[in-house]
């Protein structure tokens, strides 16, 4: 079955620097891929999507790579915040329908 | 523009009781779905519909649990004789028809907690 894992240990980084969390998938070729910001007591924010046949996505101080041929998506955040301190999901596109399929997340605290 | 709404924020009930949640989508949506997370894990997908249409129930217990978003009101999870095991956040989400219709836009979510 599909399977879709994050780093489950908190990331702590300094502000400033680039934060980078990791997600991997095995057992499927998703069309595409997202990523979903989210804050204690409140629902998930979309961030970014790329899809298969892309290798990177930037916004602003946010960018993506995808790489499926290692099955894995990295994402990283430059010139951190400590406001960017939250949840960073990963999702992959579940078999049509918008159906995703979440990672469980990975905490990040920039601290200041 | 308001978000999506879900309510109530916190809902509590006994075992064997039912509980509903409710969610109404983004204006213009006319797609909703239906997550549940539970601490420390990822959202669980358990239902998407379309106006008066279940499309994909596949994450759906099939005891107990229904869901319905008629062609006026919000969009229902119900959840019957509810047990320990139910209680979780439970999250809609809506998404646009067309261009980025595949972004979904999360509620704030429902906490259920069974007694």
């Known amino acids: 079955s599909q399977k879709i894992e994050q780093n489950s240990e908190a990331l702590n980084i300094q502000e400033g620097k680039t934060a980078t969390l990791t997600c991997n998938y095995t057992n499927y070729s998703p069309a595409y891929l997202q990523w979903y910001r989210q804050d204690p007591g409140r629902g998930p924010v979309f961030l970014l999507l790329?899809?298969?046949?892309?290798k990177e996505k930037r916004k602003e101080r946010l960018k993506v790579t995808f790489d499926t041929t290692l099955k894995q998506s990295l994402f990283h955040i430059t010139a951190s915040q400590p406001a960017d301190s939250a949840t960073y999901l990963c999702a992959l596109e579940g078999g049509g329908y918008n159906k995703l399929i979440f990672g469980a997340g990975t905490r990040l605290a920039v601290h200041p | 523009n308001a978000g999506v709404m879900q309510n109530p924020r916190h809902l509590v009930r006994r075992r064997g009781q039912e509980a509903r949640l409710r969610c109404s989508p983004m204006?213009?949506?006319?797609?909703v779905y239906w997550y549940r997370q539970l601490p420390e894990e990822g959202l669980k997908f358990m239902v998407y519909?379309?106006?008066?249409?279940?499309?994909?129930e596949s994450g759906m217990p099939k005891e107990r649990f229904s869901a319905e978003f008629p062609k006026e009101g919000p969009s229902i999870l119900r959840i019957q004789q509810v047990v320990r095991g139910d209680s979780a956040a439970y999250f809609c989400?809506?998404?646009?028809?067309?261009?980025?219709?595949?972004?979904?836009?999360f509620g704030s979510g429902t906490q259920l907690s069974v007694l």
């Open positions: 519909l379309q106006k008066e249409n279940i499309i994909d």
């Open positions: 204006k213009g949506h006319s797609h």
């Open positions: 989400a809506s998404s646009p028809t067309g261009t980025d219709n595949e972004k979904l836009f």
């Open positions: 790329i899809r298969e046949n892309e």
